[in-house]
Every structure is written in structure tokens, then in C-alpha cells.
């Protein structure tokens, strides 16, 4: 059995007797078994897994109604919510807390008849772009495990890459699901801001963060949007996409398609020849395909990250105050402690990132500081829209490389806090202005991955992932050895 095939494939091979459920899932729980004390993809394994394997198996047979994912296994990021089930956001703070609800993704999900086989490490609430600032030590990559697997939803990149499970959701608040895609492989999406509800989602920069899938092959991710995206009640920032099909037209090609190639991602500070070679590669490729490749300058991308660390950290200073120990928080015995004491001692366990952010969320927005950092920030947000807008009245997709760089070294980058933060230059313009990002594994070079963004105005998933699709064809890439 090969635990590597994409989603679409698990469903035939279930609906062809090449496999049942509960010896996917037994195989898969093997292979975690095996190479996850390595990797560390997972936080937390579902012990029901082969329970609700045999359950579903039983629908299979009796011919009742089964739902699209056929108890395919599928991994989430530890911040969004199961009810009944820990989420700890890797984080010391939210070590025992039980989520008291499920999130609108996962119900999506358990009704169409998956597996939720475990809870994915991550940057402690999905501040960072490693694994490296999990509670619980980092994820490896799968292509070379000195490196990191990216971030923040590293895990449920290593678990996809390394054959762990079919599919997994990850969160991108300025790029946790493309840049960790991009490290290890794999296809990830970022929704535009509304279509996937965060009902669930443990709230870091509500403002700007989706739910996406992450996937082996852009079908896969189409399939998954399909489940998850619209209305929710539960969330009213979500949009109705009338139940758009993201599926059923994905080959219609990109002939005579015009693309952006986004001068201020191809030409950063840092950005790597490699990388560099690889973007001028798939432009090449687009062209083959029929489409027009133009530059094309957003001059506000320089400006990108520091507004976007800016607002976050705001919102994240005002998300983080309810972890007191009072509404949420661990076991912490109060006697010897008055109030305020106890408060910080609880606070005491949020790791040094996650501290740095709070200090800086409360720094940027207050009396006296406001106008030159929170408003200024503010100010490039809406230029920046400005701007997006204007280029998608020419053009239909923009690109660039997903991350400037390939997978680092463990601690190479972690103590220069500037430099690590910009690897985010290419990422945050589609959370900062609402639009859908997709990154597509590109090219393997000294045996690390490439990845390659797309970009589209609001709404337009449908193109987007035609777009990839094209793409992702044109590419043979090698396995994963591990
Ligand atoms: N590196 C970014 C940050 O630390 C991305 C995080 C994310 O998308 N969740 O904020």
C-alpha cells in the first residue's frame, strides 16, 4: 500500500476494494510510529483513529451514505479547536486546556467521514516561521532534517511531506501555511480572508488569519476547500461562495492568462540565486503554458513586514491577555500568591517570542506611540490594498518565489529576530490585503525544496488553483527518501 498517494487516489483506491479504511489508518499509524520520533510532526496522536476506521469501514459496506473523504486520514494544526481534545497551541500555557467546542473546519471534516489523526507542533500560537519557538521542541524537515520544516504550521507540513497522513489544515496569518508548503513540498493555500471560517481557530490576528489545507498536489487542496470553505454563522466575517465546485474545472489551463511577476519579491535583501533561478524558471514555464509574464512593481511590499508585525502584535497583545490562569491557562496552584502575583506567575510560562510580541503589541498601539507605528501601519495596509487592487485590473495572477530562501539550519537564523522576521517578505502582502496565495512545489536544489507563490484578487480560487494546477504539471519531482 502506498501511504504517499494524494487524497483524490485514496478515495478511488477505497471505492475500487484496493484498500479498506482501517488498514490506511493502521499503516498510517505505523509510519508515525516509525519516523515521527525523528520528525516530530504530531503533538498528539487520535487514539479513536482505528475505532472510527471500523466504523466507517461498516458504513462502506452496508452501503449507507458515506461522506467525500472516506476516512481518510488527515492532520490539523494544534490550534484548532476539537472539542473533548487538548489544544495547546505548543504552548507551556495551554499545556492541559480541553477545547470545549469544535471548530467549524473539523466538523466539516468528521461529516464528510475523515480521520482526524492527530494535532500538529507548531510555533508557540503560530508566531514564527520554524517550529523552532514550539514549547515542545521543533518539527524536523523531511529532506534533511538539520534543517527546519518552516512555519508556523510546520508540523502539518513534515506530516504531509513525510507520508504521515494524506492532508493536513494549517493556519497563515502572514504565512504559516504557504512558507512551511514551501520547506517541505507540499501544496499550501491561503484562502482570501472570509472564505474558511475561523470558528475554533485559536485567535492570533483575527484581522488577517485563514484556515487552509495543506496537500500533496493542488487537486487535493481544491477538494479540501471544497469541504471547508462558507458561510458559517458562527463566523461573520465568513462569505458565501454558493458552494463554488474549486474542483470540477481545475484543468482548464492558463493560455493567454496575465501574470505579474512582482519586482520587489524578486529582488529583495537576502533572496537566494537559487531561488532566484527557480522563480525565472517557472515564468519561463508560464509563458510555455500561453500566458503573458510581465514585471510589475507593488512598491509597498518593502514596507510589508514591519506593518504586518506591527498590527499583529497588537492583536495578538489584546488575544493573549485572556491566558491569566483565571479564564484560560494550566494548573497553578493560588495559595502564597495575591492576585496579581499569581497572574504573573501564570504568565511567566509564555515563551520568549510569544513575550516579545506581547511587549511590542502593547508598545505600538499606546498613548503617545500610536500614530508612529500602529497608524503608520495602518496606513501602509490600505496603500497597500490600493495598490493590489490597481494591478488586478491588468493583470490575473501575480508571482513570486513563496520564501526567499530554502530550509535553513537549526539556530541559524533564530538570534538575529530583524533578519528572521523578513523572511516573510513574499507572504504577507496576500494576508495584509485579503487576497488567496497558493504555494506550488517548484524544484528540489541541493536536495531542499522550492516553492513557487500564486497570487489572485479576491474570490478568484477557482482561477488560482487552475493556475497551479498548470504548474504543478509541468513538474516531476522526486520522493521524499526518509
Ligand atoms: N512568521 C509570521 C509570524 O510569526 C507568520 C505567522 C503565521 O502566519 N501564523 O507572525
Redesign the pocket.
Known amino acids: 500500500m502506498d501511504l504517499g498517494i494524494s487524497a483524490l487516489n485514496y478515495v478511488s483506491g477505497i471505492k475500487n476494494n484496493e484498500f479498506t479504511v482501517e488498514e490506511f489508518i493502521s499503516k498510517s499509524l505505523e509510519r508515525i510510529n516509525e519516523v515521527d520520533k525523528n520528525l516530530h510532526a504530531f503533538l498528539r496522536i487520535n487514539d479513536f483513529a482505528i475505532k472510527n476506521a471500523k466504523q466507517i469501514d461498516s458504513k462502506i459496506k452496508s452501503n449507507q451514505n458515506v461522506g467525500r473523504c472516506y476516512g481518510m486520514p488527515i492532520s490539523v494544526k494544534d490550534n484548532i479547536c476539537i472539542e473533548g481534545s487538548k489544544t495547546t497551541c505548543a504552548s507551556k500555557v495551554l499545556e492541559n486546556f480541553i477545547a470545549p467546542h469544535t471548530s467549524t473546519v473539523v466538523s466539516r471534516l468528521h461529516s464528510e467521514d475523515s480521520i482526524i489523526i492527530g494535532k500538529t507542533n507548531m ?1 508557540e500560537f ?4 520554524s517550529t523552532e519557538f514550539s514549547a515542545y521542541g521543533p518539527s524536523k524537515n523531511p529532506w534533511n532534517t538539520d534543517c527546519v520544516p518552516g ?3 510546520g508540523g502539518s507540513g513534515v506530516s504531509v511531506a513525510a507520508n504521515e497522513c494524506i492532508a493536513s489544515l494549517g ?7 504557504r ?1 512551511p508548503a514551501s520547506f517541505c513540498s507540499v501544496v499550501g493555500l491561503k484562502p482570501t480572508y472570509g472564505l474558511v471560517s475561523r470558528y475554533g481557530l485559536v485567535s ?2 483575527n484581522s488577517i ?1 485563514q484556515i487552509g489545507p495543506m496537500t500533496k498536489t493542488v487537486e487535493d487542496s481544491a477538494f479540501l476547500l471544497n469541504i471547508i470553505s462558507g458561510i458559517d454563522p458562527n463566523d461573520n466575517t465568513t462569505l458565501d461562495n454558493k458552494n463554488q465546485d474549486y474542483l470540477s474545472d481545475i484543468d482548464s489551463g492558463i493560455s493567454g492568462k496575465k501574470i505579474g511577476i512582482v519586482g520587489e519579491m524578486t529582488n529583495s535583501d537576502g533572496l537566494s540565486t537559487d531561488v532566484l533561478n527557480a522563480t525565472n524558471d517557472a515564468t519561463k514555464t508560464f509563458e510555455k503554458l500561453g500566458a503573458n509574464c510581465e514585471q510589475v512593481s507593488l512598491q509597498m511590499v518593502p514596507y510589508t513586514v514591519a506593518a ?2 506591527t498590527i ?1 502584535s497588537t492583536e495578538a497583545g489584546s488575544n493573549l491577555a485572556r491566558y491569566d490562569n483565571v479564564r484560560y491557562g494550566y494548573d497553578l496552584d493560588s495559595s502564597g500568591f495575591e492576585f496579581n502575583s499569581y497572574i504573573s506567575q501564570a504568565r511567566s510560562k509564555f515563551g520568549p ?1 510569544v513575550i516579545r ?1 506581547m511587549i511590542l503589541g502593547g508598545f505600538v498601539p499606546s498613548a503617545g506611540h500610536a500614530g508612529k507605528y500602529f497608524l503608520k501601519a495602518l496606513k501602509v495596509k490600505s496603500k497597500l490594498i490600493t495598490e493590489i487592487k490597481h494591478v488586478f485590473e491588468k493583470f490575473d495572477f501575480l508571482i513570486s518565489p513563496t520564501v526567499p530562501i530554502q530550509p535553513f539550519k537549526f539556530g541559524e537564523k533564530i538570534n538575529d529576530p530583524v533578519s528572521f ?1 523578513m ?2 517578505i513574499n ?2 502582502t496576500a ?1 495584509l490585503t485579503g487576497i488567496p496565495a497558493i504555494s506550488v512545489p517548484y524544484k528540489i536544489t541541493n536536495g531542499l525544496p522550492i516553492g513557487i507563490q500564486i497570487m489572485a484578487n479576491h474570490l478568484e480560487e477557482n482561477s488560482l488553483l487552475q493556475a497551479a494546477y498548470a504548474l504543478e504539471k509541468t513538474v516531476d519531482l522526486p520522493e521524499v527518501s526518509i
Open positions: 510555533d503560530a508566531m514564527g516561521l512555519g508556523s504550521s493556519s497563515d496569518t502572514g504565512g504559516s501555511i512558507n492570533y490576528a488569519e504586518y508585525y499583529t517570542e510580541r522576521m523572511v516573510d507572504t504577507v494576508n
